[in-house]
């Protein structure tokens, strides 16, 4: 029991660590969602877990930005949702992200 509690100890981190920041958004004011944020990095830092270290490393650069939102709670939310209407199977989607990819890095290399 203890080699498999060792063996998902990364697992079991990740997931909790996800369950709290969706709990961000949920909050009722910007200094709690904060308290939330700057928790979460903490966390995540001291993990073990290279990914999840680089999440917070990401989530420490753009906290300020990130927690603009409870001043002004607006999102681009609807306006991707709206351009995503227009792929009308899987292929489609396939083919435009290609497009942007080979239009992104057609200069690179």
């Known amino acids: 029991m203890d080699e498999a509690l060792r063996l998902n100890k990364p697992l079991a981190t990740d997931y909790y660590l996800k369950e709290d920041l969706r709990q961000l958004w949920s909050q009722p004011d910007k200094e709690t969602a904060e308290k939330i944020i700057n928790d979460w990095i903490v966390g995540a830092e001291a993990s073990e877990i290279r ?9 420490a650069a753009y906290h300020f930005d990130i927690l603009a939102y409870y001043d002004t709670p607006i999102s681009s939310g609807p306006i991707e949702e709206r351009q995503a209407y227009g792929y009308r199977d899987t292929e489609c989607f396939k083919l435009r992200i290609m497009k942007i990819h080979k239009a992104k890095y057609a200069l690179a290399g």
């Open 51 to 59: 990914p999840l270290r680089g999440m917070a490393k990401a989530l």
